[in-house]
């Protein structure tokens, strides 16, 4: 049996060589078992100079403090970014800009909400990605390392069937699920579950297999490729016009188009990640509309890679075209995405004219830009730009960047610190980080108030029915169906349905009720008769029953559900129950 070697690094007292195909986390991970740390926050100390930053599995922050930790000239905390998480998964879909950022949030200090503005929260795709393994590697890797550890290949959304041993991939109960969350781990049996409920069949693994493939690919295209919205959406149309249409010859009709894209990727919903694949024929007509005729901004990469799983045979087929019909777009149409878009060449000069001492205005007089632009060229490649006071004393200024922090109106802040609003507006585009932090504190108001608008609608005549609710909230649906969608289907779920569409549309809450306390009594005595104790913790039977966490706020509907949590938790825990409801 081979061991996994161990470098000596110094100042980090020692540091485990990079195992095949290994994330960051797997690594720190692995470093935090070998030096016996008892804390977690111990090893984040060590490694990146801080208690909770750089312990996310999927995109870890600090990691230019932990490569000057570790004294390593030959590591670069971007190399890591590119080749050792899952973040250029979703690149391929950001403007070069956007990129960059994303990156800086790894390398450096995290800058606002990633995952708000990769887009992730508002996907209908779960968000929190959860750590997975094979059970053939791990065993591999235990024979041939001493350890199983976590592979990158495995971690990207949309795998789930490892590529080498055609196996599912299991599923971590930790992390992801708030179980833990600055802690660090490995693979253990124990602590992962299968993914996928019930026998998988061959047509499955098969489907899976491609999904795989697809993004094995996906995540493989050279640093800076941006693919087009625009570009796709031809190549889609494309390969629909000469290989999906009925008869030869005629096209097929947009609904029968969409019949095929549901039924294409129907067998990949039984993995919950993918269950916000279409459903229906009215929710795939939505999406080729959108992503085939009408594209406009990003979405999340499933969307489009279910889209070439379903048009194209293999990658190779997909990017063949994808090159032809981008080499066919006038460029002053729209420049073929597949190559990194070309900045202005002023941009550059700007940026080292500042960075050698030069004063933005001067820097700007010299290359023919308005100082404006200047700065907000440097606050995008999060360079700070000295001020000279003008309308913006500097208290005015902290003020008014406060208050943009808790995400206030432009026209608001402007009234209250009496300034014009294209001075905030200056503000946002030239303060380094202020204009993202400013777009998710906003997202967060909305969503605070959208959600409680919902809610208090539904809380006062749950039997009206969803149109109607609908009809007297309809900003707050509107917002919530396209920001916040899964949060909205699980809260919707409790509304009674008009007597017109019959009883059985209707939520059967008793039998609801007695099948999770039943599930919450098994899973108790298995765990208690494991831990050889007499009760459990709460976070232990929500890890192990993934739907009770979205359940505790209807426990007032659920009143066995209730009983049995409450009779098989610690006494002290109770009230943790009920706060939760």
């Given amino acids: 049996m081979k061991t996994s070697p161990v470098l000596d690094l110094g100042g980090v007292a020692f540091l485990p060589a990079w195992l095949p195909d290994e994330t960051f986390f797997s690594l720190a991970s692995r470093y935090h078992l070998l030096t016996g740390n008892h804390l977690a926050a111990h090893t984040a ?21 932990f490569v000057n930790r570790t004294g390593d000239a030959s590591l670069k905390a971007e190399d890591i970014v590119l080749q050792r998480t899952i973040l250029p998964f979703y690149l391929p879909l950001r403007t070069p800009t956007e990129a960059q950022q994303a990156l800086s949030s790894l390398t450096d200090e995290p800058h606002g909400m990633l995952k708000f503005r990769l887009g992730i929260l508002t996907s209908r795709f779960r968000g929190h990605h959860p750590l ?20 990158r290949a495995h971690q ?19 992390k992801s699920t708030g179980v833990e969350r600055f802690g660090w781990t490995l693979p253990h049996h124990e602590r992962l579950r299968d993914s996928i409920e019930g026998e998988i069949s061959a047509e499955v693994i098969s489907m899976l297999g491609k999904l795989a493939s697809l993004v094995a690919n996906w995540v493989a295209l050279p640093v800076g490729t941006h693919l087009s919205s625009v570009t796709l959406s031809r190549t889609y149309r494309s390969k629909l016009q000469d290989g999906c249409a009925p008869t030869p010859g005629k096209p097929a009709k947009r609904r029968e188009w969409a019949k095929a894209y549901c039924d294409a990727v129907a067998a990949l919903r039984v993995v919950p990640e993918l269950a916000g694949l279409p459903v229906t024929e009215h929710h795939a007509m939505g999406q080729i509309e959108r992503w085939l005729f009408h594209p406009r901004g990003n979405t999340h990469p499933l969307r489009h890679l279910s889209l070439i799983y379903w048009l194209f045979p293999e990658w190779e087929t997909f990017w063949q075209r994808y090159v032809e019909i981008g080499s066919s777009i006038p460029k002053r149409e729209h420049p073929m995405s597949a190559r990194p878009e070309e900045p202005d060449p002023r941009h550059a000069t700007v940026l080292a004219l500042i960075n050698s001492g030069r004063s933005a205005s001067a820097a700007a007089a010299e290359v023919g830009v ?72 906003r997202f967060r108001k909305y969503q605070k108030q959208a959600r409680s608008n919902w809610s208090a609608q539904i809380a006062r005549a749950p039997e009206i029915g969803l149109t109607a609710l609908r009809a ?13 969608r899964d949060w909205l289907l699980e809260h919707s779920r409790q509304v009674r349905l008009p007597r017109t569409r019959g009883a059985d549309s209707k939520v059967d809450w008793d039998s609801r009720d007695t099948a999770l306390s039943a599930e919450v009594l098994r899973v108790a005595a298995a765990i208690a008769d494991r831990m050889r104790r007499d009760h459990v913790e709460l976070w232990r039977l929500y890890q192990a029953i993934p739907e009770l966490k979205a359940k505790l706020g209807a426990l007032d509907r659920l009143p066995l559900t209730r009983a049995a949590i409450e009779s098989v938790t610690r006494r002290h825990r109770r009230a943790e129950v009920r706060r939760l409801i």
């Fill in 45 to 65: 100390l060590a490694l990146f100079g801080d208690r909770r930053q750089g312990c996310q599995h999927d995109f870890p922050s600090r990691l230019s403090q």
């Fill in 132 to 151: 997975k393994a094979c059970a053939a590697c791990m065993a591999n890797d235990a024979a041939a390392f001493g350890t199983p550890y976590w592979h």
């Fill in 156 to 174: 990207f959304p949309g795998v789930w069937l490892c590529s080498t041993h055609h196996q599912a991939l299991k599923e971590a109960t930790i």
């Fill in 370 to 441: 308005d100082v404006n632009t200047a700065i907000a060229w440097a606050a995008k490649a999060g360079i700070s730009v000295v001020r000279r006071p003008k309308t913006l004393r500097p208290d005015k200024l902290s003020a008014v960047i406060t208050d943009l922090r808790k995400g206030a109106d432009k026209e608001i802040a402007a009234h209250r610190h009496g300034i014009s609003v294209q001075t905030v507006t200056r503000l946002l585009r030239s303060e380094v980080g202020l204009r993202d932090i400013w777009q998710a504190a």
């Fill in 472 to 484: 007297k909230q309809p900003a707050a649906y509107a917002w919530l169906y396209r920001n916040d």
